[in-house]
């Protein structure tokens, strides 16, 4: 889409989106945001867990980086965006749904599939993305004479169950999930077929919810 019609784009949402809904903005400005759900998903211009989910201002609490990957509990001194916005949505909005959506065709999975990532020429992709290599091992132990697409796709989903578990290294997030305050789920959402898959952890597989 040129940059000009988002222009547009916003003035008719201005006119129709906000202008037939001023209740519901009066109300989440008096009241503040209370959403139930924080979504992690990726930043791919395809992937919209708002638009996805049919949801409206206040519904979800988004986190969007390369690959919606979460990084381990870490409390140093450089800067962590994604960890940041955890805290606060589990801290202060308290959430009651934790998802991590992956998707197909996702761009920091084929690069980190694809190793190029790994070699170190981004000053700062390559190190977001060595977060997922425990997933790349995985899937290359499991399935290394796969085909490309079978791996890819499996890659996809490992690095789901990566962020999920990396989630639990939140000292704050183990405890609430172990008194059963906050729920984890993965998600995968199929470009192709439009359809979300859900990881059920009984069967081990992403099955569509
Ligand atoms: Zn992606």
Redesign the pocket.
């Known amino acids: 889409m040129p940059f000009k019609n988002l222009i547009s784009g916003y003035k008719s949402f201005h006119k129709n989106y906000f202008g037939g809904r001023k209740k519901l903005f009066k109300a989440l400005v008096r009241d503040g945001q209370a959403p139930e759900t924080l979504i992690i998903s ?1 930043s ?1 211009s395809r ?1 919209d867990p708002a638009v996805l989910t049919n949801s409206s201002p206040g519904d979800i609490f988004v986190v969007r980086n ?3 990957i979460v990084p381990p509990y870490k409390t140093d001194s450089t800067h962590h965006g994604t960890s940041a916005a955890i805290e606060f949505a589990v801290r202060t909005l308290k959430v009651k749904h934790i998802v991590v959506m992956g ?1 197909s065709f ?4 084929r690069a980190l599939a694809e190793k190029e990532v790994l070699r170190g020429q981004y000053e700062f992709l390559s190190r977001w993305m060595e977060i997922g290599s425990p997933a790349l091992e995985k899937v290359e132990r499991e399935l290394g004479g796969a085909p490309e697409d079978v791996k890819r796709r499996a890659l996809e989903q490992a690095l789901v169950l990566v962020s999920l578990g990396n989630l639990l290294t939140f000292p704050w997030i183990k405890s609430a999930v172990e008194a059963g305050v906050v729920e984890l789920h993965g998600w995968y959402f199929d470009l192709e077929t439009g359809e979300l898959l859900s990881y059920r952890d009984s069967a081990k597989t992403f099955e569509e919810i």
């Open positions: 990726c791919d992937t390369v690959a919606a998707h996702c761009g920091g999975c």
